[in-house]
C-alpha cells in the first residue's frame, strides 16, 4: 500500500506549476512592423532640402513579463549610407501586449543629394528600399528580479516614396537576455 499525504500532493503541484511557468516563461524575441510613413516637415531651401518624417511602428511584446527600454536612436540607410535616424524614446509595455510607437526621423539632405539620381529613378519606379538598425535595451522584471536585455533589430523597407506607403518589410530580431 502506497501512503498518500497531502504534503507530498501539494509538492508536486508546486512542482508542476513551477516547470510549466519555466517553460512558459522563455524569452521570445519581440516583433516590429512599420505601419506608416508620414512628412511632418518639407522644406525646400536650395540646394538642400529638409525632411522630418514620423514613423509609426506596431511593437508586440510575446512574453509573460512587462519590458522596461531606455531611449535609443535608430539608423535609417539608403542605397548603403546613412541617411537619417529616428528617436526611440524610453519606454515600457505590458507582457503579451501590442502598442505602436510614433518615432520622429530626420533625413540627411546632403546624403539625399549625394544619391539624387537614384532617388530620382526609385521615384518614377514608385520603390525605395531602405534599411534600418537600432539596438534596444531595457529590463524585464520577474518579481523582484530584474533581468537586462538587448534587442537588435534589422528592417528592410519598401517604400513608395511618392505616398510613402510601405510596400514590403522584412524585420528580423534578436534577443539577447542578460542573467545577473
Same mark, same amino acid.
Given at each position: 500500500?502506497?501512503?498518500?499525504?497531502?504534503?507530498?500532493?501539494?509538492?508536486?503541484?508546486?512542482?508542476?506549476?513551477?516547470?510549466?511557468?519555466?517553460?512558459?516563461?522563455? !524569452?521570445?524575441?519581440?516583433?516590429? $512592423?512599420?505601419? +506608416?510613413?508620414?512628412?511632418?516637415? #518639407?522644406?525646400? =531651401?536650395?540646394? *538642400?532640402?529638409?525632411?522630418?518624417?514620423?514613423?509609426?511602428?506596431?511593437?508586440?511584446? !510575446?512574453?509573460?513579463?512587462?519590458? $522596461?527600454?531606455? +531611449?535609443?536612436?535608430?539608423?535609417? #540607410?539608403?542605397? =548603403?549610407?546613412? *541617411?537619417?535616424?529616428?528617436?526611440?524614446?524610453?519606454?515600457?509595455?505590458?507582457?503579451?501586449?501590442?502598442?505602436?510607437?510614433?518615432?520622429?526621423?530626420?533625413?540627411?539632405?546632403?546624403?539625399?543629394?549625394?544619391?539624387?539620381?537614384?532617388?530620382?529613378?526609385?521615384?518614377?519606379?514608385?520603390?525605395?528600399?531602405?534599411?534600418?538598425?537600432?539596438?534596444?535595451?531595457?529590463?524585464?522584471?520577474?518579481?523582484?528580479?530584474?533581468?537586462?536585455?538587448?534587442?537588435?533589430?534589422?528592417?528592410?523597407?519598401?517604400?513608395?516614396?511618392?505616398?510613402?506607403?510601405?510596400?514590403?518589410?522584412?524585420?528580423?530580431?534578436?534577443?539577447?537576455?542578460?542573467?545577473?
Amino acid at each position: 500500500m502506497v501512503n498518500w499525504s497531502w504534503t507530498s500532493a501539494v509538492v508536486g503541484a508546486a512542482t508542476a506549476a513551477a516547470t510549466a511557468a519555466l517553460i512558459s516563461a522563455k !524569452p521570445k524575441d519581440p516583433t516590429f $512592423h512599420l505601419v +506608416s510613413v508620414n512628412i511632418t516637415s #518639407f522644406k525646400l =531651401g536650395l540646394p *538642400l532640402i529638409d525632411v522630418e518624417l514620423m514613423l509609426t511602428v506596431h511593437v508586440t511584446n !510575446p512574453n509573460a513579463v512587462p519590458i $522596461h527600454y531606455s +531611449s535609443t536612436e535608430m539608423s535609417i #540607410f539608403y542605397a =548603403g549610407s546613412l *541617411l537619417g535616424s529616428a528617436q526611440v524614446s524610453a519606454g515600457s509595455q505590458p507582457p503579451h501586449s501590442c502598442q505602436l510607437l510614433h518615432l520622429p526621423a530626420r533625413l540627411s539632405s546632403m546624403e539625399m543629394a549625394h544619391h539624387a539620381v537614384q532617388l530620382m529613378a526609385d521615384v518614377g519606379r514608385r520603390e525605395m528600399v531602405l534599411d534600418a538598425i537600432v539596438d534596444i535595451e531595457g529590463v524585464a522584471r520577474v518579481v523582484w528580479w530584474e533581468h537586462k536585455f538587448k534587442v537588435h533589430v534589422e528592417s528592410h523597407v519598401t517604400v513608395d516614396p511618392v505616398f510613402l506607403d510601405v510596400v514590403d518589410q522584412e524585420n528580423k530580431s534578436d534577443l539577447e537576455l542578460f542573467v545577473t
